[in-house]
């Protein structure tokens, strides 16, 4: 049940994340940063635990039913949960550091939009049990990933 939860926090927050990010960032910049990073932070230290957890088990697997007709599919056996907490670190670090940065560029909440949509669905990707799950979180990441790169 517990990692039934951080897999779906993992996967989910990210996503949910960036449009309270969005909002927060309508009225103060600066506490949006925080929020970001924050998030990103938590999202990370998540990993972490899943690689823990995944230590002692064979592998778990995690159905949601009928989301996308078929349902999402997640486990955090072998290296995907690994790869997973690669990417949470490297967004992380990115997060941090992106303050400072974009100083001189606009749309910057659109930029922290993107940016927690795709971490979200490279998380659903890594974690992704099967084929379909794996194809709705790629696409996903598609086209948040392409807002996120040509925000300016």
Request: contains cysteine; aromatic residues 18%.
């Amino acid at each position: 049940m517990i990692i039934e939860s951080l897999i779906y926090l993992m996967v989910f927050m990210p996503m949910v994340g960036a449009f309270v990010s969005y909002m927060i960032g309508r009225k103060s910049k600066t506490a949006r940063d925080y929020f970001v990073g924050g998030l990103t932070i938590l999202e990370f230290i998540l990993a972490v635990i899943l690689v823990m957890e995944d230590a002692g088990h064979e592998g778990t697997l995690v159905y949601v039913p009928e989301i996308c007709g078929l349902g999402l599919t997640f486990t955090i056996d072998g290296f995907r949960v690994l790869y997973a907490a690669i990417a949470c670190f490297m967004w992380m670090c990115t997060s941090l550091f992106s303050k400072e940065y974009f100083v001189h560029y606009r749309n910057r909440n659109r930029y922290h939009l993107f940016q927690l949509m795709t971490l979200g669905a490279t998380a659903g990707i890594f974690l992704s049990a099967d084929l379909y799950t794996t194809f709705i979180f790629f696409e996903i990441m598609s086209i948040s990933s392409y807002v996120w790169v040509a925000h300016d």
